[in-house]
């Protein structure tokens, strides 16, 4: 990645101090600094730091040109204006003032690749590099007086964004038949390795966010042995089930952080009314998550639309705006401070479900997107061919052409999503079929592989042992034991994977869910050390 500094310090008067005499001191005024996220020949990301001073920023526009050859097309997190080949660029209005010291990026996409430097570039009408606007001497100097020494500033080149995105689901009907605890996000050792937990899930109905289970989420007494740390529930406390429980571990892990995740395959059916009136709709869910009784549980909030103008467990045809209008209300009302979120599908084929919503024109208002890159195939196609259901990559005989984790990737860039808004998704699941003879994918079968819980999947913790992994394709793990034949990523495979999302400039990586690892959470170890 190359980074290009234009800015770091604009000219500040030098202050006198009192009664004449001492050393003048210097202001830190804003800065804005350019930086090149990506360049693949034929395109370019393009990132825009915008760092307030002393002072803080209650709006800002950047400004600046670019060679005549050189075009952006779109960009998020700001409002773009292009003439000619000048830009302006303006702090979006949900946005709130930027506070002393504090910083903002915002992004966009341009072609040709090689757009190393801008020109003319201003942060609110002076310099992003910090000089002064043609400079004059003072009024008051004498002609004949030496002029004074200018402080040397060094320019401060913005650091990469720290740290990658480990994100994990926490299920709360796992609570019941799995017996799977908040607890055991700290007793694997998983908590200290994961930066976001999506709570699932929120119900939608009657175009409001609901709670599902009421009694899970907040009602549930825990004993001393399943509480996160060892104190059991009182009978009058004001708040029992998970989300004390998460309170308690985010007590423990003062970083993380967690998001209400909404909708899902079951609950997905009501988003259509809810995307009839946005507005309404993010009101219930902002007095859902913020609810006095939780509030500090919560980080923000995430949507699992499956799927927007398409198919799931039910149709949607609520037009081709209706996820940006939606997405775009819910940052209206929980402000820029909240994450926003969204798990979405991954289907990139040419008329799929990402070119059926508007993913692109919603990144704006989203902090980042999880494409849902698994659940290609499986036993619901009964028969088979078997096949892999999180590739990576394409390969020879895959029987969905365009099915694969990568073609997701770039068909969601290839909108003007910026990678750093994007997330790889991992199944700590497997899905299997019976009646299979043939070792290598592509076999026949007879109908799902029995599961614990459900025919034709099966947790990771339980397949490393019962079926072990007997080789790989397209950038994941196959295993064929006995009549069965299962897909699974495991810890070796993710190590690819998590290579995969780090040579993409990609935000980190998710998984669904937490409570298919092993008991020392073997999988999400190899997603942390691999994103590092």
């Known amino acids: 990645m190359r980074r290009i500094t234009i800015g770091s310090l604009i000219a500040a008067a030098a202050l006198l101090v009192p009664f004449g005499f001492g050393q003048a001191a210097a202001a830190t005024p804003a800065t804005a600094t350019y930086a090149v996220d990506q360049d693949w020949g034929t395109g370019f990301q393009g990132k825009v730091t915008v760092k307030a001073g002393d002072t803080a920023l209650p709006t800002w526009t950047v400004e600046f040109d670019v060679p005549g050859t050189t075009t952006i097309s779109s960009a998020w997190d700001a409002d773009m204006v292009k003439s000619g080949n000048h830009y302006t660029f303006t702090k979006k209005g949900w946005a709130g003032p930027l506070a002393a010291g504090t910083s903002v990026s915002f992004g966009f996409i341009g072609a040709p690749g090689g757009l190393s430097a801008v020109q003319n570039c201003k942060l609110n009408g002076a310099p992003c590099t910090g000089g002064p606007v043609n400079p004059s001497p003072s009024?008051?100097?004498?002609?004949?007086?030496?002029?004074?020494?200018?402080?040397?500033?060094?320019?401060?080149?913005?650091?990469?964004?720290?740290?990658?995105?480990?994100?994990?689901?926490?299920?709360?009907?796992?609570?019941?038949?799995?017996?799977?605890?908040?607890?055991?996000?700290?007793?694997?050792?998983?908590?200290?390795?994961?930066?976001?937990?999506?709570?699932?899930?929120?119900?939608?109905?009657?175009?409001?966010?609901?709670?599902?289970?009421?009694?899970?989420?907040?009602?549930?007494?825990y004993t001393a042995a399943n509480s996160v740390d060892g104190v059991a529930d009182t009978w009058d406390q004001p708040l029992r089930g998970n989300f004390n429980q998460l309170r308690k571990l985010k007590a423990m892990y003062p970083g993380l952080k967690v998001i209400f995740s909404i909708g899902g395959w079951t609950y997905s059916g009501g988003f259509t009314q809810a995307a009839a009136n946005p507005t309404a709709f993010a009101n219930s869910c902002y007095n859902m998550v913020?609810?006095?009784?939780?509030?500090?549980?919560?980080?923000?909030?995430?949507?699992?639309?499956?799927?927007?103008?398409?198919?799931?467990?039910?149709?949607?045809?609520?037009?081709?705006?209706?996820?940006?209008?939606?997405?775009?209300?819910?940052?209206?009302?929980?402000?820029?401070?909240?994450?926003?979120?969204?798990?979405?599908?991954?289907?990139?084929?040419?008329?799929?479900?990402?070119?059926?919503?508007?993913?692109?024109?919603?990144?704006?208002?989203?902090?980042?997107?999880?494409?849902?890159?698994?659940?290609?195939?499986?036993?619901?196609?009964?028969?088979?061919?078997?096949?892999?259901?999180?590739?990576?990559?394409?390969?020879?005989?895959?029987?969905?052409?365009?099915?694969?984790?990568?073609?997701?990737?770039?068909?969601?860039?290839?909108?003007?999503?910026?990678?750093?808004?994007?997330?790889?998704?991992?199944?700590?699941?497997?899905?299997?079929?019976?009646?299979?003879?043939?070792?290598?994918?592509?076999?026949?079968?007879?109908?799902?592989?029995?599961?614990?819980?459900?025919?034709?999947?099966?947790?990771?913790?339980?397949?490393?042992?019962?079926?072990?992994?007997?080789?790989?394709?397209?950038?994941?793990?196959?295993?064929?034991?006995?009549?069965?034949?299962?897909?699974?990523d495991t810890p070796a495979t993710i190590a690819g994977k998590m290579t995969y999302a780090k040579n993409q400039g990609l935000a980190g990586a998710f998984f669904w869910e937490t409570s298919g690892d092993t008991a020392n959470g073997e999988l999400i170890t190899a997603m942390s050390n691999g994103l590092k």
């Open 139 to 221: 009024p008051s100097a004498s002609p004949t007086a030496s002029p004074s020494p200018t402080p040397t500033v060094t320019p401060t080149v913005t650091p990469p964004p720290g740290g990658k995105k480990v994100i994990g689901y926490f299920t709360n009907w796992g609570v019941y038949g799995r017996q799977f605890y908040v607890k055991n996000l700290h007793t694997s050792g998983s908590a200290a390795k994961l930066t976001h937990i999506l709570y699932a899930f929120g119900n939608v109905q009657n175009g409001q966010c609901t709670i599902s289970d009421s009694y899970a989420d907040y009602d549930m007494a």
């Open 290 to 488: 913020e609810d006095p009784r939780w509030a500090d549980v919560f980080d923000g909030i995430d949507i699992d639309w499956e799927y927007p103008n398409a198919c799931g467990l039910s149709c949607d045809a609520s037009g081709f705006s209706s996820f940006k209008n939606v997405m775009q209300a819910l940052r209206a009302k929980f402000g820029p401070n909240a994450l926003v979120t969204a798990a979405i599908t991954a289907d990139g084929t040419n008329g799929g479900k990402i070119d059926a919503a508007d993913y692109g024109g919603a990144a704006q208002y989203v902090d980042f997107y999880m494409p849902m890159t698994y659940d290609y195939f499986g036993a619901f196609a009964a028969q088979g061919p078997t096949a892999p259901h999180s590739p990576l990559t394409s390969y020879t005989g895959i029987p969905t052409a365009g099915f694969y984790s990568d073609l997701a990737i770039q068909k969601l860039k290839s909108k003007g999503i910026p990678a750093s808004k994007l997330l790889l998704g991992i199944g700590f699941y497997g899905r299997g079929w019976t009646g299979v003879t043939q070792s290598a994918p592509g076999g026949s079968a007879t109908g799902a592989a029995p599961g614990t819980y459900e025919a034709g999947i099966e947790d990771y913790k339980v397949l490393k042992t019962r079926c072990p992994a007997t080789g790989t394709v397209g950038g994941t793990a196959y295993a064929h034991c006995g009549n069965q034949w299962w897909s699974y």
